[in-house]
């Protein structure tokens, strides 16, 4: 792949063999980055139908959200408490 005005070997055709010549750098930047965003796409499908799930959920709890208890801070004063300081400086 290479853009069109472009060097062989600096932005494309390392191989010498240049398959495509796309309108711009920009063009080439777009086109390569869908490609590589739906292999990586399709790749992780793959790899998560092949594999099996091998961990229970005791293994996972602190590490998922859904499986971690929340801390509960109502007996903490109002200003040590996250949300609420939180509240305050954004206000």
Not at 3 to 28: C, D, I, N, R
Not at 66 to 87: C, E, F, I, N, S
Request: some cysteine; hydrophobic content about 45%; glycine content about 8%.
């Amino acid at each position: 792949m290479l853009p069109h005005g472009a060097t062989p070997g600096l932005k494309g055709g390392f191989l010498g063999v240049v398959l495509h010549t796309y309108p711009s750098e920009m063009a080439q930047n777009f086109w390569t980055a869908i490609v590589a965003w739906t292999v990586c796409f399709v790749a992780t499908i793959v790899i998560s139908l092949a594999t099996r799930a091998n961990k229970s959920d005791e293994d996972l709890t602190g590490l998922v959200y859904a499986l971690t208890p929340r801390q509960v801070d109502r007996h903490l004063a109002w200003y040590a408490r996250p949300a609420t300081l939180g509240v305050v400086c954004w206000g």
